[in-house]
DNA sequence: ATCTCATCGCAATGAACTTTGCGTTACGCC
DNA sequence: GGCGTAACGCAAAGTTCATTGCGATGAGAT
C-alpha cells in the first residue's frame, strides 16, 4: 500500500565486484539464450548493473564475452597422465571434444573466431588458443623420455592436428562428434609418433610451430 | 549546363541478372574493405542497386556473404592425382593452406563459421564443407587401390584432418600457415596410413563420419 | 505485341544500438 | 577517519541498421 517507490538511485555497484557480476552474468545468458543473442542490454539487466558501464568497461560486445569465456573456462580440459601416451592423447581428444560440445564451450570456440575488429584482440586470440592447446604439447614429450614417441616429432603440430579436427565439427560441421573420433583420430596418428617423420631422421622442417 | 538532373528513377536490374550484380560486388566489397567491414549498404551501392533489395532477397548479411563466397569458390582446391598419395596429400593440403590465406578464402572459412542464426543455413554451411573436403577422400581411395593405403583406413578423418588443422590457424591462431605445414603433416600421417588402424584390422569404429 | 505479376526503386518509419554530459558515490590513499 | 578521484547510474541525444507501403517496370507467357 502507498507503493510510492521514491524511485531512489540504485546503489552501485564498481571494480571488481562489477566485473565478477558481468561476466557471471554474460556467462549465464550465454548458455541461456545462446551466444548470437546476447547483447549489453541482456547482460547489464541480469548484472543489475547499468548498461553504460558495460560500454565504458568493455567497448563492445564481443571483447565482453572473450572476457568472460577466457576467464570462466581456465579449468576446462586438463591434461591428462596415464602412463600410456595413446591413452593420454585420446582422453585429451575425448574431453576436448566433450568440452566443445557444451553450451559454453561451443560458444567459446565459434566466438573466438579471429576477425580484424581489433588488432589486439585478434592476437590475444590466438595467444590463447595457442597456449591452451599447446599445454598438451606435454603428452607427447613425456612420451619422448619414455621413448614411446621418436625424438623427432613435432608435439605441437600432433596436438594442432588433434584440436584442428575438433575444432572443424564445431566451426563448420555443425554436427555432433562421433564418440569414437578421439580414439580412431589417435589411431590414425599413433604409427607415426614412433617413427617420426617420414621414418627417418628429417632436418628441415622448424619446431613445432613458428609462435609468431 | 542547364544541369537540371531531373532526378529520373533508375532503371531497375532484377532476376538473376541483379543476382549477379550483387554477388560480385559482394566478392568485391570484400577482397577491399575486409569482411567485417562489407554491409548491404556497401554492396548495394557497389552494385549499383537498392538496398531494399538485398533485405528482400537475403535478408540477413550472412546470407548474402555466405551465397556468394560459395558460389564464387567452386572452383578451387582441386585434388590431385600425382600417382603417389604422399604428394596427393601434400599438394591438396598446400593448396587449401595456399587458398584459405587468400582474402576470398580466410574471409569464406572465418564466415562460414555455424552460427545458430538460421538451423537451415548453418546445416547448408555444414554441407558445404563436408562435400568440399570430403572430394579429397578420392586420394586415399585411389591409394588403397594401388596398395599404398590400408582398406581400413578412414579416409574421411584423414581429410578431415587436414581440412581441421588447416581452418584452426585461420580460425583461431591467426597467424600465417607456414609454408612447411602439408608437408609436416603428411609425413606424421603416413605411416597411420599404411598400417590401417591400430596395425590390425579393426572391427567396430563405423565409416568416415556418420555424414548426418 | 500485349498482358500480368513478381520484382525493384524509393522514402518514410521504427527499432536497436552507441555515445555523452552531469550528478552521485564507492574505493583507495593518506 | 577524512579526501580526492575515478567509476558508476541515469537519461537524453545521436547514429546506424532493418522494415514496409506504394508506385513503377522488367521479364516471361500468351
Redesign the pocket.
Known sequence: MAGQKP?????????????ALVLDAAIRRITEAGIDHV????I?AE???????????W???PRLIVDALTERTAGEVPIPDTGSVRKDLELFTADLARFAQTPVGTALIRFTVVTDDDPDIAQARGQFWRQRLMAATEILERGKRRAEVAEDVDSGLVVLTLGGLVHLHITHLGTTIPDTLAERVVALLMPGLAEGPSGRTHTGARSAEDGR
Chains 1, 2 share one sequence.
Open positions: 524511485e531512489q538511485r540504485r546503489v552501485a555497484v564498481r571494480g571488481a565486484k562489477l566485473r547483447g549489453f542490454a541482456d547489464a548484472a543489475g548493473v547499468h548498461e553504460s558501464s558495460l560500454y565504458r568497461r567497448r563492445t560486445v
